[in-house]
């Protein structure tokens, strides 16, 4: 079992992540004007979303919540946080495409839900429940809403800049 300290850091990192994806969508929403409240819809869920896991802290703090780490990898999250940066990053410098950022988005939805990071507890709380269900669900909302303006662009035929 993982110590109070190093519980309270995955959260944090897992915070992290979803900050740095609202960074990326915030990024994507000045990238792509056209679709500017898309993007910037998904950014302020995920910054919700961070807001949500910083919410837990107590949890882990005062013993009623604790972390499996073999549920957590924390190498993950960090690879993920590094891939997330560097597109976010390369957005800046250069559009992607509207059509590349989409499915960098599906990318990044995806990998939440299927390595499983909403599944970190080795005990439920109510409060924990509640999170990891609104996340997951949250989740796979912006999953549909990617795959459907995937769907849409391909349909009308946006591969450039602005969509």
């Known amino acids: ?7 309270v850091r995955l ?4 915070a992290e992540h ?19 409240r898309f ?18 802290v107590p949890l882990v703090e005062d013993g009623s919540l604790g972390l499996r780490e073999d549920r957590f990898a924390r190498a993950a999250i ?11 990053g390369e957005a800046s410098v250069e559009s992607p495409g509207f059509m590349k950022a989409l499915v960098i988005a599906l990318d990044i939805e995806d990998a939440m839900l299927e390595k499983r990071f909403f599944e970190i507890a080795d005990e439920d709380t109510p409060e924990f429940r509640r999170v990891m269900n609104s996340l997951q669900r949250e989740t796979e909302r912006h999953r549909t809403a990617l795959r459907t303006a ?14």
């Open 78 to 88: 960090e690879t993920s946080l590094r891939y997330i940066r560097r597109r976010a």
């Open 1 to 7: 079992m993982l110590d109070t300290a190093q519980q």
């Open 150 to 163: 995937r769907e849409a662009a391909e349909k009308h035929g946006r591969q450039g800049t602005g969509g």
């Open 39 to 56: 993007w910037n819809d998904l950014a302020d869920d995920e910054a919700n979303h961070a807001d949500w896991v910083r919410s837990l």
């Open 18 to 36: 979803e900050s740095e994806i609202s960074r990326l969508y915030e990024t994507y929403a000045s990238v792509f004007p056209d679709h500017r």
């Open 11 to 14: 959260l944090e990192v897992f």
